[in-house]
């Protein structure tokens, strides 16, 4: 075995443990592995024909390429009342955005209505930013989500 090959078993030799793990997103995590980033959905009809989709994890193009096809059967496919629980994302891209301007539009070109509601402060300021409060309202929480689906 030559120098070179016994300096490069030692340095990246078996047993080796990284002090993180970094993911293809740029995301670092300590020892134990990449964490689930898997966005998850799901649906709870609510009375007066509200339907929530509550969506759970990272809302970037991995996060919005999962859930894609089942939010927008869900949130756009026909005319209701929708209500988007974000309570549960801690990130939001601007391929998200586009996700919930696609469903919101829909919904509106049909005669139905969608608010976001419940997010955290950094999806909030997304929100805010993006100008995305102007086409979908986004309520403090489920009851003034609610009561906006409600009043028009």
Request: charged share 20%; proline share 3%; aromatic share 4%.
């Amino acid at each position: 075995m030559g120098k070179s090959s016994k300096r490069n078993q030692n340095r990246f030799g078996a047993g080796r443990i990284l002090p993180y793990v970094k993911l293809l997103n740029g995301d670092r995590t300590l020892n134990g592995g990449p964490r689930d980033l898997a966005m998850n959905l799901t649906i709870e009809e609510l009375e007066d024909g509200i339907r929530c989709v509550g969506l759970q994890g990272r809302l970037d193009l991995a996060g919005s390429a999962a859930i894609d096809l089942k939010f927008s059967s869900h949130a756009a496919s026909a005319r209701g009342l929708v209500l988007v629980d974000l309570s549960g994302v801690e990130f939001l891209a601007s391929i998200g955005i586009r996700t919930f301007l696609t469903a919101a539009k829909a919904q509106q070109r049909r005669g139905g209505r969608m608010v976001l509601c419940n997010a955290i402060p950094s999806v909030a300021k997304v929100i805010e930013t993006a100008g995305l409060g102007s086409v979908i309202p986004l309520a403090a929480d489920r009851a003034a989500g609610i009561a906006w689906l409600l009043a028009k």
